[in-house]
């Protein structure tokens, strides 16, 4: 799974290097789009999320998306 996601985005992979495994789980499980994944690996690096933390912000963004389309 992280090889196939990573293997062939120069930008990606070494911003996936710099985290735990269990970071990259949960990044690749909740992940939609590699921008997302972008995205994310790029938050969880600057400001040094806990595994908990990076947790809670794909809940809440799943709560905001899941709003916008009630809307």
Do not use: C, G
């Amino acid at each position: 799974m992280f090889r196939e996601a990573y293997h062939d985005d120069e930008k990606v992979a070494p911003l996936a290097r710099q985290l735990p495994w269990t970071h990259n789980l949960i990044i690749l499980n909740q992940s939609q789009r590699p921008e997302e994944r972008e995205f994310y690996l790029r938050q969880a690096i600057r400001e040094k999320w806990f595994l908990s933390q990076l947790s809670r912000h794909f809940d809440v963004a799943k709560y905001v998306i899941r709003d916008i389309n009630l809307l």
